[in-house]
T-cell receptor, first 115, second 114 residues
Framework: AQSVTQLGSHVSVSEGALVLLRCNYSSSVPPYLFWYVQYPNQGLQLLLKYTTGATLVKGINGFEAEFKKSETSFHLTKPSAHMSDAAEYFCAVSDNGGATNKLIFGTGTLLAVQP | EPEVTQTPSHQVTQMGQEVILRCVPISNHLYFYWYRQILGQKVEFLVSFYNNEISEKSEIFDDQFSVERPDGSNFTLKIRSTKLEDSAMYFC????????????FGSGTRLTVV
C-alpha cells in the first residue's frame, strides 16, 4: 500500500530564503506524486504533479519538485520565499495500483515565512 | 477556469441530526470523491464514485455515510446521524479520468457538530 511521509510539521524560513519541504513515499508500483497547498480557510490547490517523463517538475508560484526514485523522494523547493507562500503544504501519492485513483496524503507541513 | 463548487461553506448541526453536503463537480469529469480533514490532521479519503456507484470506500465510510448523484450534476454526501467526531472539513473533488489528470478540489464545507 502507498504511504507518504512529510518530515517536519512546521518549517520557518526568512523571506528570500530557499524553501525545502520534504516528502518521501512508499509505493510498490510507479507512483504518481502531487503537492497541494492549502491557504487558511481555503481548499486544496494543486501546486504540481509528477506522472511520467521528466523527473523535475515545475509548478505554480515558482515551486518545483524532483522525483528521485532511488531515494523515494519528491521534495518541494522554491529558490526564494515570499510572504504569500505561508500556507500548509501536502504531499500526496496516487493509488496507482487501485481502481479508483484515490489520493493518499501526508500529514502536511506548515510553512511560515518571516520578514 | 472550471471549478468544483461546494455548499454550504459552513454548517453547524446538532448531534444526531442528518446533514447533506452538496458538491457540483466539473461537468466533463467522470470520477468523484469525498475527503475529510479533521482540524489539525491530514486529509483522508472517504469514498470514490464512478458510473453512478461507489467504486471504493475507506473504513471511515461506515453505514452512517452515503453518497449519490441525484440529478447528473450534483454529488452529495449524507451523514445520517451526526456524531461529535464528524466535525471536520469535507472536500469534494472530481477528476476527468485517471491519476494523470489529478484532481480539482472544491473549497470545502466546514461541518461542526455540537
Amino acid at each position: 500500500a502507498q504511504s507518504v511521509t512529510q518530515l517536519g510539521s512546521h518549517v520557518s524560513v526568512s523571506e528570500g530564503a530557499l524553501v525545502l519541504l520534504r516528502c518521501n513515499y512508499s509505493s510498490s508500483v510507479p507512483p504518481y506524486l502531487f503537492w497541494y497547498v492549502q491557504y487558511p480557510n481555503q481548499g486544496l490547490q494543486l501546486l504540481l504533479k509528477y506522472t511520467t517523463g521528466a523527473t523535475l517538475v515545475k509548478g505554480i508560484n515558482g515551486f518545483e519538485a524532483e522525483f528521485k526514485k532511488s531515494e523515494t523522494s519528491f521534495h518541494l523547493t522554491k529558490p526564494s520565499a515570499h510572504m504569500s507562500d505561508a500556507a500548509e503544504y501536502f504531499c500526496a501519492v496516487s493509488d496507482n495500483g487501485g481502481a479508483t485513483n484515490k489520493l493518499i496524503f501526508g500529514t502536511g507541513t506548515l510553512l511560515a515565512v518571516q520578514p | 477556469e472550471p471549478e468544483v463548487t461546494q455548499t454550504p461553506s459552513h454548517q453547524v448541526t446538532q448531534m444526531g441530526q442528518e446533514v447533506i453536503l452538496r458538491c457540483v463537480p466539473i461537468s466533463n469529469h467522470l470520477y468523484f470523491y469525498w475527503y475529510r480533514q479533521i482540524l489539525g490532521q491530514k486529509v483522508e479519503f472517504l469514498v470514490s464514485f464512478y458510473n453512478n456507484e461507489i467504486s471504493e470506500k475507506s473504513e471511515i465510510f461506515d453505514d452512517q455515510f452515503s453518497v449519490e448523484r441525484p440529478d447528473g450534476s450534483n454529488f452529495t454526501l449524507k451523514i445520517r446521524s451526526t456524531k461529535l467526531e464528524d466535525s471536520a472539513m469535507y472536500f469534494c473533488a472530481s477528476s476527468e479520468a485517471g491519476q494523470a489528470y489529478g484532481y480539482t478540489f472544491g473549497s470545502g464545507t466546514r461541518l461542526t457538530v455540537v
